[in-house]
């Protein structure tokens, strides 16, 4: 069973607002944390006991206004403090051993309790207080949690129908359940501390059985089939048992669990109920920073501790959350055990490949046979060599004076006019952007917001969504070939026209609409014309900021929200509530980061196995609309269709008509080829060698990249939205760059006749 931790309470003790607490507030918001505020002791005991809270923070600043010290003792005086964080505020300016001592007071002082207290030091930065959030969390809270969840698991071992086992490494029984004792006929205290030796063996098993046995679960696999026991009274039992090895600390077997029941009972099949929870994969150790020996101490044999089994053998386990992933790998294990060898073979093979960690990622031929593929994956889907020069590679930010906003009225009529085909797919966003003096961005959407009812959703005025719109314009970088505000239109022009097919309409509720939308807006702010790799082996503050993860998307994300709230004349945001705020704004991260190039194929095939494949089987069985709607419309798959949506719109160039398709294929040579110079110029790894300015083919990069990323992606999303018009150009102008590449030429268009 997933035993799923809940967002954790945190309960904040201040006098007074002031920047620290609102920025532990805000901490708590982007943690998904659940937040009280209390302002004097006895509110803070008084709620502390209504809601049980993991983490206290208390303001010790002040003790014009209470002594934190008393609020802590008013609090661990509790029952449910016994698995409490408390974390207590000290001055920056102010640190000197009477804070030492208060931090004292608060880990441990008076109170006997195994739940220290932590000091931090006064700091009204909304990531240093979420940074500390989440190492509690991470840390102390969820140890303290699954030492709690391990009753839960030892009262179901209890329950249990069958028979468990558990022994140490060296086969010393250290805990046995009631099913095990009325199968066996033996008292637990007869049990309890002994070798497996030492019990009477049937003679009923094959002589080898044993050795086969041991020689499986010492290699740390799992073995199952059957068995015969002796009974205390003498006769043999014929049990299906399973042995699993539980790993411990270094990668060592610590423990066997051993699983029987009755083998008639069965009919031969392994029973799945009640075996949930023997899957402990680590030791506490982990977790409380004790060593193994000292917990092996704790399952002595000794009398005295046979009857705190519940504490003791809690204290070894951690309740691993066991994956999807862990469930395939353990039913593939199971299947081996009564396979023939080749059928075992060929599952060994399949076990390795589910080990790895590229299971979307296709792999490629030889970098001789496609070297234009290979530097597409590799600029694209890596975070480069990793390797961190001397090179600082900074943003320029774009801060000049907005110009005078215009309202949707005031648009002049030949941009107004050509406004109204924004719903066509065939709108030329280019002749926008001249038109426009490269401001494409604010103007469409305008329209497209206009379209969507996104002001009444937001309750925000219009003249709020124009200064956000041209704030959002005003940090894209115009000078970027192709990473500029008109990207930004294009590619929330395409976001539209996809919102307006009739199966993502009717899977999608407004919320998603417009956190689309705004995504789609904001997905490449402040880009700087480089990829991930380039600034992850540049070095630069970025790469080093966000530890060479997803570099840029999860810097556009950031941006666009501090951008937003820093004014609030452009802060869309102002009026909603703050639920409905991090709904939307979860929303927006999501689709930002669904942009990032690693986990393409994760995403696509998760939509096409997730949506794709089932609602082609409804529809193959003639079964009436409810079914494909029950798919399409679920939390998870609207998610994976947004994050569908988003990509596809960023990458739709190759189905745009084709004059667009060359103009766009042409804009983002030229980036890449200033990166390749640049690489050149600053020592740096070259991440795309192939996109060199004096050597390099467009079309085999456009055939390669319509291979590799588009054909099979847009194939998925033409099934599910219907895009007949899509493909069609995406055929043509696949045949274009074919016809190209055939006449050896390495240009956008074809040499001029003589």
């Given at each position: 069973?997933?035993?799923?931790?809940?967002p954790?309470?945190?309960?904040?003790?201040?006098?007074?607002?002031?920047?620290?607490s609102?920025?532990?507030?805000?901490a708590?918001?982007?943690a998904g944390?659940?937040c009280?505020i209390?302002?004097?002791?006895?509110?803070a005991v008084e709620?502390?006991?209504?809601?049980?809270?993991?983490i206290v923070?208390?303001?010790?600043?002040h003790?014009?206004?209470?002594?934190?010290?008393?609020?802590c003792r008013?609090?661990?005086?509790?029952?449910?403090s016994e698995h409490?964080?408390?974390?207590?505020?000290?001055?920056q300016a102010?640190?000197t051993?009477?804070?030492y001592t208060?931090?004292?007071?608060?880990?441990?002082?008076?109170?006997?309790?195994s739940i220290?207290?932590?000091r931090?030091?006064?700091?009204?930065?909304?990531?240093?207080?979420y940074?500390?959030?989440?190492q509690?969390?991470?840390?102390?809270?969820?140890c303290?949690?699954?030492l709690r969840?391990?009753n839960s698991?030892?009262t179901?071992?209890?329950h249990?129908?069958?028979?468990?086992?558990?022994t140490?490494?060296?086969?010393?029984i250290?805990?046995?359940?009631?099913?095990?004792e009325h199968?066996?006929?033996?008292?637990?205290?007869?049990?309890?501390g002994?070798?497996?030796?030492?019990?009477?063996k049937?003679?009923?098993?094959r002589?080898?059985l044993?050795d086969?046995?041991?020689?499986c679960?010492?290699?740390g696999?799992?073995?199952q089939g059957?068995?015969?026991a002796?009974?205390k009274?003498g006769?043999?039992i014929q049990?299906?048992?399973k042995?699993?090895p539980v790993?411990?600390?270094?990668?060592?077997?610590?423990?066997?669990?051993?699983?029987k029941?009755p083998h008639?009972?069965n009919n031969k099949q392994?029973?799945?109920?009640?075996?949930?929870?023997?899957?402990?994969k680590?030791s506490?150790?982990q977790?409380?920073?004790r060593?193994?020996?000292?917990?092996c101490?704790?399952?002595?044999?000794?009398p005295s501790?046979q009857?705190?089994?519940?504490?003791?053998?809690a204290r070894i386990h951690?309740?691993?959350?066991?994956?999807?992933?862990?469930?395939?790998?353990?039913?593939?294990?199971?299947a081996?055990?009564?396979?023939?060898?080749?059928v075992?073979?060929?599952?060994?093979?399949v076990?390795?490949?589910?080990?790895?960690?590229?299971?979307?990622?296709?792999q490629?031929?030889?970098?001789?046979?496609?070297?234009?593929?290979?530097?597409?994956?590799?600029?694209?889907?890596?975070?480069?060599?990793r390797r961190?020069s001397g090179?600082?590679?900074v943003?320029s930010k774009n801060?000049?004076?907005?110009?005078?906003?215009v309202?949707?009225?005031?648009?002049p009529?030949?941009?107004a006019?050509?406004l109204?085909d924004?719903?066509?797919?065939d709108?030329?966003i280019?002749?926008?952007e001249a038109?426009?003096c490269?401001?494409?961005?604010t103007?469409?959407?305008?329209?497209?917001?206009?379209r969507?009812s996104?002001?009444e959703?937001?309750?925000?005025s219009?003249?709020t969504?124009?200064c956000?719109?041209q704030?959002?314009?005003?940090?894209?970088?115009?000078?970027n070939?192709?990473h500029?505000?008109?990207?930004?239109?294009?590619?929330?022009?395409?976001?539209?026209?996809?919102?307006r097919?009739?199966k993502?309409?009717?899977?999608l509720d407004?919320?998603?609409?417009?956190?689309?939308?705004i995504?789609?807006?904001?997905?490449?702010?402040?880009?700087p014309g480089?990829?991930?790799?380039f600034?992850?082996?540049?070095?630069?503050?970025?790469?080093?900021?966000?530890?060479?993860?997803?570099v840029?998307e999860s810097?556009?994300?950031?941006?666009?929200?501090?951008?937003?709230?820093?004014?609030?004349?452009?802060?869309?945001?102002?009026?909603?509530?703050?639920?409905?705020?991090?709904?939307?704004?979860?929303?927006?991260?999501d689709?930002v980061?669904?942009?990032e190039?690693?986990?393409?194929?994760e995403?696509?095939?998760?939509?096409a196995?997730?949506?794709?494949?089932?609602m082609?089987a409804?529809?193959?069985?003639?079964?009436?609309?409810?079914?494909?709607a029950?798919i399409?419309?679920?939390?998870?798959?609207?998610?994976?269709?947004?994050r569908m949506m988003?990509?596809?719109?960023d990458?739709?160039n190759?189905?745009?008509?084709l004059e667009?398709c060359?103009?766009?294929?042409?804009?983002i040579?030229?980036e890449?080829?200033?990166q390749?110079?640049?690489?050149?110029?600053?020592a740096?790894?070259?991440v795309?060698p192939v996109?060199d300015?004096?050597?390099?083919?467009?079309?085999?990069?456009q055939?390669?990249?319509?291979?590799?990323f588009?054909?099979?992606?847009?194939?998925?999303?033409?099934?599910?939205?219907?895009?007949?018009g899509?493909?069609?150009?995406?055929?043509?102008?696949y045949?274009?760059?074919?016809?190209l590449?055939?006449?050896?030429?390495?240009?956008?268009r074809?040499?001029?006749?003589?």
């Open positions: 069973v997933h035993l799923s931790l809940s954790s309470q945190v309960l904040l003790v201040f006098a007074k607002e002031d920047g620290q609102d920025a532990f507030w805000w708590c918001d982007r944390f659940r009280n209390a302002r004097t002791p006895e509110s709620c502390f006991l209504d809601k049980s809270h993991e923070v208390i303001d010790g600043r003790s014009q206004y209470f002594e934190a010290e008393a609020v008013l609090i661990r005086a509790t029952k449910p409490t964080v408390v974390l207590a505020i000290v001055a102010e640190i051993s009477a804070d208060l931090y004292s007071t608060l880990c441990c002082s008076c109170f006997s309790l220290s207290g932590q931090y030091v006064e700091n009204i930065s909304v990531s240093a207080c940074n500390e959030l989440l509690i969390e991470h840390g102390e809270v969820r303290q949690f699954k969840a391990c698991v030892f179901a071992l209890d249990c129908q069958e028979a468990v086992e558990i140490s490494e060296d086969h010393v250290q805990y046995v359940n009631p099913a095990f199968m066996m006929g033996y008292h637990k205290g007869e049990l309890i002994k070798e497996l030796t030492e019990l009477p049937s003679d009923k098993n002589a080898d044993l086969t046995i041991n020689t679960i010492k290699k696999k799992e073995w059957i068995y015969y002796r009974r009274s006769d043999s049990q299906h048992v042995i699993t790993i411990g600390q270094g990668g060592k077997i610590r423990h066997f669990v051993s699983i029941r008639s009972d392994v029973s799945r109920h009640g075996s949930y929870f023997y899957y402990c680590r506490m150790s977790y409380c920073k060593s193994m020996s000292q917990y101490v704790l399952l002595s044999p000794a501790l009857n705190r089994r519940y504490s003791s053998v951690s309740m691993t959350i066991e994956a999807p992933i862990t469930k395939v790998i353990n039913i593939i294990n199971a081996q055990e009564s396979s023939p060898v080749s075992a073979d060929a599952l060994d093979r076990l390795e490949i589910l080990r790895t960690t590229e299971l979307y990622s296709p490629l031929a030889s970098k001789e046979d496609d070297p234009h593929t290979n530097d597409l994956v590799g600029g694209l889907m890596s975070d480069g060599l961190l090179n600082e590679y943003f801060m000049s004076q907005l110009a005078i906003p309202t949707l009225n005031d648009i009529p030949v941009i006019e050509m109204d924004e719903d066509q797919w709108f030329n280019l002749e926008l038109a426009t490269k401001r494409p961005l103007y469409l959407g305008l329209k497209i917001f206009s969507f996104v002001c959703f937001l309750s925000c219009e003249a969504l124009r956000w719109l704030v959002i314009e005003a940090n894209y970088h115009a000078s070939s192709y500029n505000s008109t990207h930004a239109a294009d590619v929330l022009h395409a976001t539209a026209y996809f919102l097919k009739e993502v309409k009717g899977s407004q919320l998603d609409e417009v956190a689309a939308l995504a789609a807006t904001v997905h490449d702010v402040d880009h480089r990829t991930n790799s600034l992850c082996n540049a070095g630069s503050e970025l790469a080093i900021l966000y530890n060479d993860t997803a840029l810097h556009h994300a950031a941006l666009a929200f501090q951008l937003t709230v820093r004014d609030i004349k452009s802060n869309i945001f102002k009026n909603i509530d703050r639920t409905q705020f991090r709904t939307l704004r979860q929303a927006i991260i689709m980061l669904a942009t190039m690693t986990r393409h194929f995403h696509v095939n998760k939509f196995n997730s949506i794709n494949k089932p082609a409804i529809e193959d069985e003639g079964s009436d609309s409810e079914g494909p029950s399409r419309n679920s939390p998870e798959n609207r998610l994976l269709i947004k988003i990509k596809c719109a990458v739709a190759p189905c745009r008509p667009l060359i103009e766009w294929a042409g804009r040579s030229e890449y080829f200033s390749t110079d640049e690489e050149k110029r600053e740096l790894p070259v795309m996109f300015r004096n050597t390099c083919s467009i079309p085999k990069s055939i390669s990249f319509i291979d590799y588009i054909t099979d992606m847009f194939d998925a999303w033409d099934a599910f939205a219907n895009l007949p899509l493909m069609e150009h995406l055929s043509e102008n045949k274009y760059w074919k016809g590449d055939d006449m050896k030429c390495k240009s956008l074809p040499p001029s006749p003589p």
